[in-house]
Structures are given as structure tokens and as C-alpha cells.
């Protein structure tokens, strides 16, 4: 399947998919990327004075399940110095996920839904998550 599909279905506009970097029978790790070359400064709006230097580190988020196996998605870790005016740095924020979360909202969603008739530590098993991490998620 093509992967402009598999990123349909995932519902994540803000990211495009480069690669399914491993595939195995549990697990899917998918490479992405932003859409957009730059992000406006969060304080002044400009796109002027960001500057793009290279690429960071990579981030991994769990994501909602494909072909009932468990969905990675890797990406890079943007961080953007602004000169100018100010002088800051910030991160790309994404709509989908927040900063330092290691799950999607699309996927925190899920063990919410699934542990309403049941108890917190059956969503995770069923989830394949720490039972911790869905009593967090209530």
C-alpha cells in the first residue's frame, strides 16, 4: 500500500511519511516529516527570522494501531533559533501531540474509551501500554 494512504489513515495532515523504517509482526515504525519548511515564531509570528539549521534529533510517538499492530511514528525534533529582535529558541509544535509526550492524542484516547466498562489495568493490556501510563490518561 502506498504510503500516502497510510498517511490518510492515520489523520495526521501536519506530518508526511517518508519510509516504513521496520515492520515486524507486533510493531510499525514509520518515518516522517513536517509538511511545512518552517514554523512561525510563537511570540513575534514571523517566519523571517527563523533559521532552519539542519536536522535534530529524531522523536518517537506511539500512535493508534495499523493492521492491528502497534504504530511508531519517528520524526525529527525541530528546534528553531530566532535573531532578530528576540533572540529565543522554540520547538515545532505539533497539534496532535504535545511537548515531551510520548503518545499521540489519538492514541490517549483510545485506553480512555476502551477502560470505560472495564478497569485501567485490562485497557492496558489491551493497549500493550503500562498500566501506570492509561491511569495517567483517565
Known amino acids: ?65 495499523v493492521f492491528g499492530k502497534k504504530c511508531f511514528l519517528h520524526f525529527p525534533r525541530c528546534a528553531w533559533p530566532v535573531r532578530g529582535v528576540i533572540n529565543i529558541g522554540f520547538v515545532w509544535l505539533y497539534a496532535w501531540v504535545g511537548p515531551k509526550e510520548q503518545y499521540s492524542r489519538h492514541f490517549r484516547t483510545q485506553p480512555v474509551n476502551q477502560a470505560l466498562g472495564s478497569t485501567a489495568a485490562h485497557s492496558a493490556r489491551m493497549q500493550e501500554a503500562p498500566a501506570s501510563t492509561v491511569q495517567r490518561m483517565h
Do not use: F, W
Open 1 to 65: 500500500m502506498p504510503l500516502q494512504y497510510i498517511n490518510e489513515m492515520l489523520g495526521l495532515p501536519e506530518l508526511q511519511l517518508h519510509s516504513v523504517l521496520s515492520l515486524s509482526a507486533t510493531e510499525v515504525h514509520l518515518e516522517a516529516s513536517p509538511v511545512a519548511y518552517k514554523q512561525p515564531c510563537p511570540i513575534c509570528c514571523s517566519e523571517q527570522a527563523v533559521k532552519r539549521d539542519g536536522r535534530n534529533k529524531s522523536r518517537k510517538i506511539r500512535h493508534v494501531s
